[in-house]
């Protein structure tokens, strides 16, 4: 078969995998052929796993789906000249530079608007990156330099014990991108921040400042406050309330002010739970308890293939569920190409989202698709118990 199915989501069936979708099935020519052997479950998916070189790969996709993906996540080789299991991570630095940045200019082509681009990356190459992806993105569409805390444990053996590495990560039109990302899930930590010391019937609140610096105050927001008790309240030096006074005395009057268990603090506002309309702001340093590390990825590896030779350096789930969870949402096209041991697309696939992954190596056959097959009967590692992944889907194997 030379053709490559990109069907365009109308909708999804949670905990299934099912995309219903509409055929808008793009030809190319006799450069990518599927391959039924390869290829698992619903014949009429959108997922793919690309076999091939992925600068050849990637050509072709930007040719045929210009502006098609949502969110991509590059796990390039680093460049720091290690030895790994699959591959000696050691490149001429020039060499290394424009072998990347060539790939993340097809990448571009391929994102949307409101499209961004995910890079990890070590101490070893990352700055010289950095430079590379801002003359290609604008240095404006530069969102910002994610840390992971990749390992808990110290490495002695070094000058420094690395326990970190980056995500780069870049919008293709930051304007829309800004307004698009999706914020975190309130955690447990906030949620508990929330009290109701008063019985107030709206439920759970905290209280918040009542005034805010002066420097475009208008002469209504300088006042004094009567409290509860008689005492008055006046802001302090170098700032006023945040309502005129007719406002902050509506406010009082529906018990929306907080002046202390005992009446004597200086008032707050209340902010209640349930009104709450908006997540967590993304954060640029991310922990090993929220998102996992190499450790945790390893063991999950074991548990699915079964043997201890393995990628030496996976990525969790979690951290890319991060990734997909801020970037992306159900239905869009999420793309990997350099899809390595699959996790890329195993979360993609257990969050409703299309991904195209490209790998080179014969493991996109021996860890890739045996992976796959585990999600798609229903495996219950990595993030599906927090997703209430169930099984379903399926996904097309390609070769370049």
Known sequence: MTLIDSAVSCGTSSGTGQIASIDTTIDLGRSMQRVAKWSVGDSETANALIHGDNLKALSLLAQAHPGSVKCAYLDPPYNNGESYQHYYDSMGHEEWLLAVTARIEQIRALLSDDGSVWISIDDSELHYLKVAADGIFGRVNFVGTVIWERRTTRENRKAFSRNHEYLLVYAKKIDVWAKQRNALPLTDDVKSRYKNPDDDPRGPWQSITANVQEGHATPQQYYGIIGENGKVHHPPKGRCWVYVEQRMLQEIAANNV????????VPRLKQFLAQRK????????WR????????????HLLDLFRETSLFDTPKPEQLIERVLAIASNPGDIVLDPYLGSGTTAAVAHKMNRIYWGIEKGEHIKTHCVLRLRQVITGERGGVSGPLGWKGGGGFAFFRV
């Open 288 to 299: 090993a308890e929220e998102v996992g590390t190499t450790s945790t990825a390893k063991k």
């Open 258 to 265: 907080w002046f202390g268990k005992d009446g004597n603090s």
């Open 278 to 285: 908006t997540g967590l702001t993304p954060e640029t340093l």
